[in-house]
């Protein structure tokens, strides 16, 4: 790569994550909570080491990864000193041994059956796994993640398994042109994440609550994310 051109880049990741910071703290503020309250995810998936390396010697201190082989792909080339490590993609059962015990947390734990096979490979690593339980908001077939109807039956069986540690909730809301709509379904999973809070159960703190992408992450911490997973926003358009 030309010097010209990584050098740009690199000015741009900067700048982009300045606008960034900055909206995430008026967006806390108008939601009443301190602007370090709020975490952000910076979302690798596609994007080069070399950049991802610049966003981290930026400032930026958790990743997320969409695909388990491109996690472990890029892993040694990163700068990873106290940089948190997510998967946040869609994880199949035949991939949980390859992941569990390479990252911090899988956020997108969204099924009874996924939740047991990370279980079950995190017993044979001697480790304890911590995760989001991924609730579909909207319903939408095209989407993984607990039905709002199943999801406290399941929830309540998680809690039982001693391997995993259940540390909050994520959601991808559906597409929403108006805002109103938007925030109907980042409230509706607020609702269950602070219901499920008040009940105390054993082994489920609900500590995080990821919601908020490039397009909707100032809408989301205002209606009560305090984790946003921000891709585009940050790298520019992902190059597939």
């Known amino acids: 790569m030309e010097k010209s051109f990584l050098e740009k880049r690199k000015a741009d990741i900067r700048y982009n994550l300045d606008v960034i910071n900055e909206k995430i703290a008026?967006?806390?503020?108008?939601?009443?909570r301190n602007p370090s309250d709020i975490q952000l995810m910076a979302v690798t998936k596609t994007v080069d080491p070399i950049f991802i390396n610049y966003a981290l010697d930026y400032g930026v201190n958790m990743i997320g990864e969409n695909r388990v082989q491109e996690m472990l792909r890029k892993k040694p080339d990163l700068h990873l000193y106290n940089v948190q490590k997510h998967l946040i993609g869609h994880l199949q059962t035949n991939k949980a041994g390859?992941?569990?015990?390479e990252v911090d947390m899988i956020q997108s734990v969204d099924s009874l059956k996924?939740?047991?096979?990370?279980?079950?490979?995190?017993?044979?690593?001697?480790?304890t796994t911590d995760v989001l339980l991924e609730i579909n908001i909207g319903d939408e077939e095209s989407k993984t993640g607990f039905s709002k109807s199943e999801f406290m039956e399941n929830l309540y069986q998680i809690a039982e398994i001693p391997e995993l540690k259940v540390k909050g909730l994520m959601t991808i809301p559906p597409i929403c042109e108006n805002n109103?709509?938007?925030?109907?379904?980042?409230?509706?999973?607020?609702?269950?994440?602070?219901?499920?809070k008040a009940k105390k159960l054993d082994n489920i703190n609900m500590?995080?609550?990821s919601m908020g992408m490039s397009g909707d992450y100032e809408q989301a911490i205002i209606c009560g994310s305090?984790?946003?997973?921000?891709?585009?926003?940050?790298?520019?358009?992902?190059?597939?």
């Open 207 to 209: 500590n995080i609550l």
């Open 180 to 196: 109103t709509i938007l925030c109907e379904f980042f409230e509706n999973i607020y609702n269950i994440y602070v219901d499920i």
């Open 226 to 240: 305090n984790l946003v997973r921000i891709g585009s926003s940050i790298f520019g358009p992902r190059i597939y």
């Open 98 to 101: 390859q992941i569990v015990g």
């Open 26 to 32: 008026e967006s806390a503020i108008k939601s009443g």
């Open 114 to 127: 996924i939740a047991k096979e990370i279980a079950k490979q995190s017993a044979k690593k001697g480790i």
